[in-house]
C-alpha cells in the first residue's frame, strides 16, 4: 500500500505527537520534484508528506491547459506508482486552497477519490487544506463544517487554518497583513476545534508569526509559545485528549530551536517548500557555471549532448532536493518512523 490509508495516516500522526516529532510536508511540482521528496524518505526509512499548491498543479498540467486540479491529479497518480516501490507510506495532501477554488480545485479531487473508491481503489488524496484565513472565523468554520463532512464520508483529512501566514507562496500574497493577525489567538483554536472535534480528525494551521518564503534570520518573529497557549486553552475545554495536530506553515529561515520548540506543542506536519525549491535551483545553476561550455553551442561548437540533456541537470536539481528533505527530516526528528519498519 503505497499512499497511506486514512487509519494509517491517523496513526502516523498519533505516534508524532507522542513522541514530539513531525513529518516534513514536501511541495512538489513534477515528476522530477516529486521523486526527489519520495526518494528522501526512503532514504530515511520513514513515512512523509507529499503535497500539491492549487499553482503547483497547474503547472503540472501544462502551460497550455494551466488546469489545477487534472495537474493535480496527475502528479498525484504518479506518486502512487513511484510511491510504491520505495516500502514506506506516502500521505497525498493538497495546499492552500482559499474559499473562491474550492468549486474549481477541491471538489473536483474529492470527486476523483469518491470515484476510485466506488470502484475498490485507494484514495487520490489522503487530505487536502481549505485556508479560509481570509474570512471571518465564522464563514472559515461553516466552509470548513462543510467540507469536512464530505472529506470524513470518504476517509479524507481535512487541514484548516484559521489567523493569517505572512508572505508571499504561489500567488497567495498577504504581505500587507497586520501583525497582530498573523498569531492565533487561543480563542480561536478553541472555536476551531468546537467546530471539527465532532465529525473526525482534522488538521490545524495555527499562525504563530509564520511568514511564507524566505527571510534573513531574525526577520520573522515566530512565537511558538501561541501554540501551547492555544493547547492548553483547547485541552482545558475539551479534555486532555483534545489537543490538536498543528501544522506548521512559513517556516524557511526558522532557526532550529524554534523548530525544535514547535515540537513539544503538537505540530507534526511542517511545509516545506522555499527552502527545496532553492535547493533544487542551486544545484542547477551549478551545473550550468561549471558545464557552461558543453550545455552551449559557443564559438560555431557543437556543445554537448550528454549536457544539455535536460536529464542531466535535472538530476542534480533532483539529488540536491533530496539532500534538503533529508536535512528536514533530521530537524523533524522523524527518521526511522515508518510505519511499515
Ligand atoms: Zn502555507
Known amino acids: 500500500m503505497p499512499i497511506a490509508t486514512k487509519d494509517q495516516y491517523v496513526e502516523m500522526l498519533k505516534r508524532a505527537t507522542k513522541g514530539n516529532y513531525a513529518f516534513p510536508a514536501i511541495n512538489v511540482t513534477s515528476s522530477s ?15 512523509g508528506i507529499v503535497q500539491v499548491s492549487t499553482g503547483g498543479g497547474a503547472f503540472a498540467s501544462g502551460q497550455k491547459l494551466k488546469d489545477e486540479a487534472l495537474g493535480a491529479i496527475a502528479l498525484a497518480e504518479h506518486c502512487h506508482q ?3 516501490k520505495h516500502g514506506i507510506l506516502i500521505a497525498l495532501h493538497t495546499d492552500h486552497c482559499q474559499a473562491p477554488k474550492v468549486e474549481s480545485f477541491l471538489t473536483p479531487l474529492i470527486d476523483e477519490t469518491q470515484r476510485r473508491r466506488e470502484k475498490g481503489l485507494s484514495n487520490l488524496f489522503s487530505s487536502h487544506m481549505f485556508d479560509g484565513s481570509e474570512l471571518p472565523l465564522k464563514e472559515n468554520m461553516d466552509i470548513a463544517i462543510a467540507l469536512q463532512k464530505r472529506c470524513i464520508k470518504n476517509d479524507i483529512l481535512l487541514e484548516v487554518e484559521a489567523g493569517v501566514v505572512g508572505g508571499e507562496e504561489d500567488g497567495v500574497n498577504n504581505e500587507g497583513t497586520p501583525a497582530e493577525k498573523l498569531y492565533t489567538t487561543p480563542e480561536d483554536m478553541v472555536e476551531v476545534a468546537r467546530c471539527l472535534r465532532e465529525t473526525g480528525p482534522f488538521l490545524f494551521a495555527a499562525t504563530f508569526g509564520n511568514v511564507h518564503g524566505v527571510y534573513k534570520p531574525g526577520n520573522v518573529k515566530l512565537k511558538p509559545s501561541i501554540l501551547r497557549d492555544g493547547q492548553t486553552a483547547v485541552k482545558k475545554a475539551f479534555g486532555e485528549d483534545a489537543s490538536l495536530w498543528l501544522v506548521f506553515h512559513g517556516g524557511s529561515g526558522s532557526s532550529i530551536e524554534e523548530i525544535h520548540e514547535t515540537l513539544n506543542y503538537g505540530v507534526v506536519k511542517m511545509n516545506i517548500d522555499t527552502d527545496t525549491q532553492y535547493a533544487y535551483t542551486r544545484a542547477v545553476a551549478d551545473y550550468m557555471l561549471k558545464n557552461y561550455d558543453q550545455v552551449l553551442k559557443i564559438d560555431g561548437e557543437v556543445g554537448s549532448k550528454k549536457h544539455y540533456d535536460p536529464r542531466a541537470w535535472m538530476k542534480a536539481g533532483e539529488t540536491s532536493m533530496k539532500n534538503r528533505v533529508i536535512q528536514a527530516v533530521r530537524d523533524l526528528k522523524c527518521e526511522n518512523r515508518s510505519l511499515l519498519n
Open 82 to 84: 513511484i510511491a510504491a
Open 33 to 47: 520534484t516529486a521523486n526527489a521528496a519520495i526518494e528522501a524518505f526512503a532514504e530515511c526509512k520513514t513515512d
